[in-house]
Structures are given as C-alpha cells and as structure tokens.
C-alpha cells in the first residue's frame, strides 16, 4: 500500500522562508495527483490553502504558494508570520474519488 | 453561505451503535460530494470516504471499508457517519467536508464542519 509521506516538523524564523514537501513511499507525485494542503491550530477545523498543485483558496495570502518541485509535492510559505504556527497536512488523489492525507508537518516559527 | 453544522459530542461504550450528521446548507445539496475525515486524539486527519447524494454513490477509504456506513438524506440535506459496534479506537474527532472536483480536475475539500468529537469507554 502507497503511503503519502512528509516532514514530522520544520522550524523556521519570522519574516524566513519554508519549504514543506509531500511525497509518496512508492513513485513520484506529479500533477496529476491534485495535491492539496491544509493547515490546523490546534483545537480549530483545518482550513483549506491549496489545490490541484498551485491554486491558493479564497482568501489565503499570495505568500503561501504550492508547486511540483522534482518528485513530491511543496507548499512553500514566504514571509514567515508567528500564526503560521500550525499543523500542514497534504492531501494527494489516488482515483475513484478517493484521497489520502499525509501526516502532517508541525512547523513552529521561532 | 455554505454551512456544515455536526451533531454534538457523543460519549459511548463499546458495542454501542452510534449515528452522526452534517447537515448542509447555502449550497444544492445532491449536487457535490460530502465526507468524513477523522482525527485521532494528538493524531493526524484521515480521509474515511464520502457520498454523492443524488445518487448514493459511496467510496471507502480501505482503512474504513465495512467498518463505517456513510449516508445522506437528500430531504433533509443531511449527511450521516454511522457504526454498528463502537471500539474503544473510534474515539477521536470526526469532521464532515465538502469535498469539490472531479476525476479530472482532482477533488479538495471546501468547506470543513466543526467536528463532533466521539468518545468510546467502557
């Protein structure tokens, strides 16, 4: 079974740049798995950032961007803020209406 | 404007039967797919499967295959997570989505509820 795989934690300094990334156990992951990227505080509903690789949802800020960097999915965040603090999970589709949740970064600015 | 409201927390023993809701508003309601994503205490999100309410078509995660039943009431535009036999392993939090797309656009998830949190003890 494919496991969809990430980074367990990232730090990163105010005003920094980060760059998580989603991957899977077994091949590539390009485009054609839509990639998505959410992000939970803790003790809140995920909100949506990110889909089909680069589209940022509604209202999210141009400084969280989304990509295809050689063969896992990125979500890069630019001008690091201190409530970018948060849970980042990525979610790639595997067909048949199904989809499958990375585990999650922790990123913590400090 | 689209709204996903859940049911309320649920405390359970195991073996109990248990039935959650989403009820949707703002939005046609048969017209997108609608699901659940799990949260374990201290634990990531996992995609369980979701429904197509004009139709009933249902997909499973092969995690939660014959483990869930995943409903929806076009009437009532209601969505349903039901368990015939609670384990103490069902405890976590459980949030509906809107989940938007297609085969070839791939699917996101919209719009989140604000989760019921289910706890099962003996």
């Known amino acids: 079974q494919t496991v969809v795989t990430q980074e367990p934690s990232f730090s990163v300094s105010p005003g920094g740049t980060v760059t998580l990334t989603c991957g899977l156990s077994s091949g590539s992951v390009s485009s054609s798995y839509f990639p998505n990227w959410y992000r939970q505080t803790p003790g809140q509903a995920p909100r949506t950032l990110i889909y089909s690789t680069n589209t940022r949802s509604s209202g999210v800020p141009d400084r969280f961007s989304g990509s295809i960097l050689g063969n896992k999915a990125a979500l890069t965040i630019t001008g690091a803020q201190a409530d970018d603090e948060s849970d980042y999970y990525c979610?790639?589709?595997?067909?048949?209406?199904?989809?499958?949740f990375g585990p999650g970064t922790k990123v913590t600015v400090l | 404007e689209v709204q996903l409201l859940q049911s309320g927390p649920e405390v359970k023993k195991p073996g109990e039967s248990l039935r959650i809701s989403c009820k949707a508003s703002g939005y046609t309601f048969a017209s997108y797919w609608i699901g659940w994503v799990r949260q374990m205490p201290g634990k990531g999100l996992e995609w369980m499967g979701i429904?197509?309410?004009?139709?009933?078509?249902?997909r499973y995660s092969p995690s939660f295959q014959g483990l869930v039943t995943i409903s929806a009431g076009k009437s009532f535009t209601t969505a349903y997570l039901q368990w015939s036999s609670l384990k103490a392993s069902d405890t976590g939090m459980y949030y509906c989505?809107?989940?938007?797309?297609?085969?070839?656009?791939?699917?996101?998830?919209?719009?989140w509820g604000q989760g019921t949190l289910v706890t099962v003890s003996s």
């Open positions: 429904i197509y309410p004009t139709d009933s078509d249902t």
């Open positions: 979610v790639l589709y595997m067909g048949s209406g199904i989809s499958v």
């Open positions: 989505v809107r989940q938007v797309g297609s085969d070839w656009t791939g699917y996101y998830f919209d719009y």
